[in-house]
């Protein structure tokens, strides 16, 4: 009786093992984690254009308007970052939330060659001029940025220029966005002088008195603009900034016999952003 129990607990345990085993393994199978899919894209590129009607030289008491480029790229799946009327083109190579840092530039057209007073225009053409630098900027609370860039000139100067900007910004709803802060620009004397000073021969041409503007606070002011989004992709914005020269630059004949130290800029603009991959 024993032999005969034995032998079916044998082929009972003989048939259940094998059927258990492929459960186990169903099981097993059912607890791995998928590995989440690869992003489609990597990159998110802004792209678009600005219009300008901005002094028609620096110094200037008449405006003239004037096309420039926008562009920012920030990685795939980050929101948008807020984008002032004087930040420069830039990318942010660090970033640690709440601060960003990363290489700039700005581009300046060229001065006086539509100038209406025939003393600036004798005064001889300024080359345009582009400038490469750094900007680090910093979020107080998620409402409130400071920016600082400082940027060494090259073609039409060869000085260096800082710009220091704070922004309150504030989604009035989830289309417009208003912003606006105080505004503050220092510059070199190698920056200053080719716009504000006056050499021996273009007195001389110009009938304006010799003149030599030293580095240090060009400018202070204000700015504001409003920011409207069509669609996740496509956005305008206008624009307003106000300059009052200062220092050695306000006190050119250029500006006090030619020009004004007030200097207005009113600005349009429109970006389109989209994904990318990149190859590796």
Known sequence: MRGRRAAIAAVVAALTIPAAAPAADDNARAYVRPVPPAPAYDWTLTLGAEGREEPLFQGSSRERLRP???FAVRRYGTPEPFRGPR???????????????????QFVWSQRDKASSEAVHRLGNVPWAGEVGIFAQYWWVPWLRTRTEVRQGFNGHHGIVSDIMTDAVVPVTPQWTLSGGPRLTLATTPALNPYFGITTAQSVVSGLPIYDAKGG?????????????????????????????SGDVAGSPIVTQRGSPDQVTIGFGVTHSFDIKTPW
């Open 87 to 105: 930040d420069g083109l830039d990318i942010g190579l660090i970033d640690g939330g709440n601060y960003q840092i990363g290489p700039v530039g």
């Open 68 to 70: 420039y480029p926008i």
């Open 217 to 245: 606070i060009r400018s202070y002011g204000a700015g504001t603009q409003a920011r409207y989004l069509w669609t996740p992709q496509w956005a305008t914005h206008v624009f307003l900034e106000y300059e009052r020269l």
